[in-house]
């Protein structure tokens, strides 16, 4: 006789049991996921690359305040779509190429500040790359930088490695292997574990550039912010795997040499981690000197 199975109430059991656990499952990875895009937020009061992980709210890519996940809401500049990015009518403009000026205002979330002056406006976008050199205790970390499609913000990386802002600061935060990035670029950072690294800046912010088709996979250097567009300071973050990111963190450059650097910073772990498993580096590294250095 044909007939339709049925199920016991053992298998009944497993079945449920099952639906359970892909659930459990399905809310772990979407909180994940949006720990991972709110950690690589921070930039000028307290944050968090960047580019806020799992990465708990504070200090990650950038800034001031706690990372919360920014809206993308580009507004493209007619001028140049490429290097357009979000800005509130009130914060700091895109770089405008009729003008080839760039929009650096005083940022006024507070946080640490490690006043250097303003970069100056007029930019050029030629040529189109240039080479970053950070010396470090572990060895040197070089990044191509694009000047073409990122200008404002090579000029102030420029500017910033001209006045010697980053020499003697320390990467104060190691992601993992779910968020796998080396966030520096606060002045004010000790990296010892137990400090509330993240927080310092320069003193201005500018708007993000060279968001269209923004990804953040290994080899990437971008910029931190806090979860506000117009947010960029001088924090960044190294990525020495792939992240799945929303664009919003500039993405400046290509690290040509240092990533076995990264590699075997990442390896040593972290001092003290949080919940999202990001803390300091065991293994520091300081920034010894930058210079940057148009491509031969």
């Not at 298998?11 to 359970?20: I, M, N, S, V």
């Not at 979330?109 to 050029?124: E, F, L, N, T």
């Not at 931190?224 to 664009?247: C, E, R």
């Amino acid at each position: 006789m044909g007939g339709k199975a049925v199920a016991t109430g053992k298998d009944r059991q497993k079945q449920l049991a099952r639906e359970h656990y892909e659930r459990q499952m399905q809310r772990r990875l979407e909180r994940e996921q949006k720990s991972k895009r709110n950690a690589i937020i921070g930039s000028t009061v307290g944050v968090v690359i960047v580019v806020g992980g799992i990465v708990t709210a504070v200090a990650l890519l950038g800034g001031n305040e706690p990372a919360t996940e920014a809206a993308a809401s580009p507004t493209a500049s007619p001028a140049d779509t490429a290097t357009a990015a979000p800005s509130a009518s009130t914060g700091p403009k895109p770089y405008n190429a009729a003008t080839g000026t760039c929009d650096y205002v005083k940022d006024t979330a507070g946080g640490q500040v490690k006043d250097v002056g303003m970069p100056p406006a007029k930019v050029k976008t030629t040529p189109a790359t240039k080479t970053m050199t950070f010396k470090t205790s572990q060895g040197d970390i070089v990044v191509e930088l694009d000047n073409a499609k990122a200008p404002c913000t090579t000029n102030s990386l420029e500017f910033l490695a001209k006045k010697k802002y980053y020499d003697g600061s320390k990467c104060h935060r190691l992601g993992n292997a779910q968020f796998p990035m080396l966030q520096c670029g606060d002045p004010t950072a000790k990296a010892d574990g137990k400090s509330q690294d993240g927080s310092g800046g320069p003193g201005y912010v500018m708007a993000e550039e060279n968001l269209q088709g923004a990804q953040y996979k290994r080899g990437v250097m971008a910029m931190a912010k806090t979860q506000n567009p117009g947010t960029t300071g001088s924090q960044f973050f190294l990525v020495f795997g792939d992240i799945q990111l929303d664009p919003l963190y500039t993405p400046v450059g290509t690290i040509t040499k240092g990533l076995d650097i990264l590699d075997k910073v990442n390896k040593a772990g972290v001092i003290a981690g949080g919940d999202d498993g990001t803390g300091a580096p065991k293994e520091t590294v300081e920034i010894k000197d930058v210079t940057i250095s148009a491509k031969s």
